[in-house]
């Protein structure tokens, strides 16, 4: 049987290569591009009157919202407040959900105990606990750190025994064969198999965590982000309450970004 060339091959014509699909990268132009866009167009509708300021007011104002806050050092108060909850409840929630997540994917008695326990009590909105906690914890900060942790935990946990779960078998029986010790075995294989699931939901969880901080601190606070974006609102001081929104926004891109120096460094091997 003889191979017939491809008509390409014949002709001395380079085939081009097909295999670059599925690997999509962020243009960096693109996105300021948009961006800048974006906020041309909301300057002109905001200038021209298309929109009423009173509803919607453009970025200069905002801008402006933004340096008197600054200023006066109120905006510095409520962003340290908010910053103190959201990184105490954030570090108890994560901490619980990675060791309960990964102790569900190592030991039968646990996943027979906490998957049951997760599956009912994830679906519950935690900012509807917070009364509750309040009248167990008192008022002050400890009802809104746990409701924050509370709502940090479950996809933490549920990412972390999923990631045990997807680690592959073949890794785990080989490294049984050569009688690893078990917290070897959980250490240098299942725990690098499973960072990338880990990482996952922690970068999900920090924005269910900004908006539980939120929420909480429009419920029970005298201080914070949360409690500044309901006065704002309360007042109609519609500058000032977007530009607590851009705060918020702010926090959360850096959260981000943060994240993905660490899955850069921590991944490096993928």
């Not at 948009?34 to 021209?48: C, K, P, T, Y």
């Not at 008022?139 to 935990?153: D, H, M, N, S, W």
Request: aromatic content about 8%; glycine content about 12%; charged content about 10%.
């Amino acid at each position: 049987m003889v191979d017939v060339p491809a008509a390409g091959a014949r002709r001395g014509v380079a085939i081009s290569f097909r295999g670059g699909g599925f690997a999509p990268v962020s243009i960096t132009w693109v996105s300021v591009l948009f961006f800048v866009a974006l906020v041309g167009f909301w300057q002109l509708a905001s200038s021209r009157g298309w929109v009423s300021s009173l509803f919607l007011p453009g970025p200069l104002r905002i801008v402006d919202a933004l340096k008197d806050l600054a200023v006066s050092g109120e905006l510095t108060g409520h962003v340290t407040a908010s910053l103190a909850r959201i990184g105490a409840g954030w570090a108890i929630g994560a901490l619980a959900g990675v060791v309960v997540g990964g102790l569900i994917g190592l030991f039968s008695i646990w996943r027979s105990i906490g998957v049951p326990f997760i599956a009912a009590m994830f679906p519950i909105p935690k900012i509807a606990l917070l009364p509750l906690f309040i009248l167990w914890l008192g008022i002050g900060e400890a009802p809104k750190v746990v409701t924050i942790a509370l709502g940090v935990f479950y996809p933490i946990a549920i990412g972390t025994y999923a990631g045990v779960d997807n680690v592959a078998r073949t890794l785990i029986r080989m490294g049984q064969s050569f009688n690893m010790p078990f917290h070897h075995i959980v250490f240098k294989i299942v725990a690098p198999g499973t960072l990338p699931s880990v990482l996952a939901s922690i970068r999900i969880s920090t924005s269910i965590a900004l908006i539980l901080m939120v929420s909480a601190e429009m419920i029970g606070a005298d201080r914070g982000l949360g409690t500044f974006l309901l006065t704002a609102g309360n007042l109609m001081q519609t500058d000032k309450l977007m530009a607590g929104i851009v705060v918020v926004a702010t926090i959360g891109l850096c959260i981000s970004g943060l994240l993905t120096i660490v899955e850069r460094a921590l991944l490096s091997w993928r």
